[in-house]
């Protein structure tokens, strides 16, 4: 995704955002528009986490299939290589195949150095186009073999194989770490279901106690005592266990994105469904 892409998309979120906190501010200060203020203020998060998130995922999904490609690409490119021909024939000769979401990048290098583009800019051109670091130590250690003359079929070929090697591992770390993304996701609901029990059991019935220790002591006659119970603090411990649900929707949300893939972007639309779901669920079993 390229930055002004990335900064629209951002600048877009963030103004809905804004709109949606201003609704709920109106909504708690003087009835309309009708709901809950949190509804407007949840809604507007969501909308900050969730365009550009998964904007981000499908940029970077898409790159992970031109990268899954990339293996194929590089030996095809080096066996042009052995019959003579130098890289930039070899580009153009192995452009002619199929490879995924690669084909379209090759096409285009394959294009620019028809054009007359020097193979090592075509390359560089590649790289800024996919700016990720499997693609930047390829297309460094391609330049500099190029560079150096020699065999590059042979450079190739590692190359290629280091790539694959990269790519099974990060496959590998992935797996491993979805255990621990799991883990995340359990005890989020664990902690919702608590913060329900916690809202619909507890308080309320620690509020009864506390009218009726109020009145007890108002029959009395007596003032405050150190056995009575803040009751009228109860409505804001309640909203603050909400708030703490929400915030631990979004962290653990993230930290499962950065788990998998090691990215805050891909933790942003995880972040923004746990959140939404949360809400939802804090919403309507009356937690809030």
């Not at 019959?83 to 930039?88: C, D, P």
């Not at 056995?227 to 909400?242: Q, S």
Request: glycine content about 10%; some cysteine; charged content about 20%.
């Amino acid at each position: 995704m390229d930055k002004k892409k990335r900064n629209q998309i951002i600048a877009i979120s963030a103004a809905l955002m804004v709109v949606f906190i201003v609704l709920g501010i109106m909504c708690h200060y003087i009835g309309f528009p009708p709901g809950l203020p949190m509804d407007y203020i949840v809604i507007g998060v969501a909308l900050l986490l969730g365009p550009y998130g998964i904007a981000a995922y499908l940029e970077r999904k898409r790159i992970m299939k031109i990268e899954s490609r990339l293996p194929d690409f590089l030996r095809d490119v080096a066996e042009a290589s052995r019959f003579g021909m130098t890289l930039a024939d070899a580009l153009v000769v192995a452009s002619t195949g199929r490879y995924g979401a690669l084909t379209g990048e090759i096409k285009k290098i394959a294009a620019q150095i028809s054009w007359g583009v020097p193979v090592n800019k075509a390359l560089e051109l590649f790289q800024e186009r996919v700016p990720t670091p499997l693609v930047n130590r390829m297309v460094a250690i391609v330049i500099k073999a190029n560079e150096a003359g020699g065999n590059i079929a042979d450079v190739l070929n590692l190359v290629a194989h280091a790539s694959r090697e990269t790519q099974v591992m990060e496959k590998e770390r992935a797996i491993q770490m979805s255990t621990y993304a799991f883990v995340l996701y359990i005890a989020f609901g664990v902690f919702l279901v608590t913060i329900i029990i916690l809202n619909v059991q507890f308080l309320p019935q620690m509020e009864k106690a506390g009218k009726a220790t109020a009145e007890a002591f108002e029959h009395m006659a007596v003032g405050i005592s150190v056995g009575r119970i803040a009751y009228e603090y109860i409505p804001e411990i309640k909203f603050l266990f909400v708030m703490a649900a929400l915030m631990h929707a979004i962290g653990d949300g993230i930290m499962a994105g950065l788990l998998q893939d090691g990215t805050f972007e891909r933790g942003m639309p995880v972040a923004m469904g746990m959140l939404i779901a949360g809400y939802l669920v804090l919403r309507f079993m009356g937690g809030m």
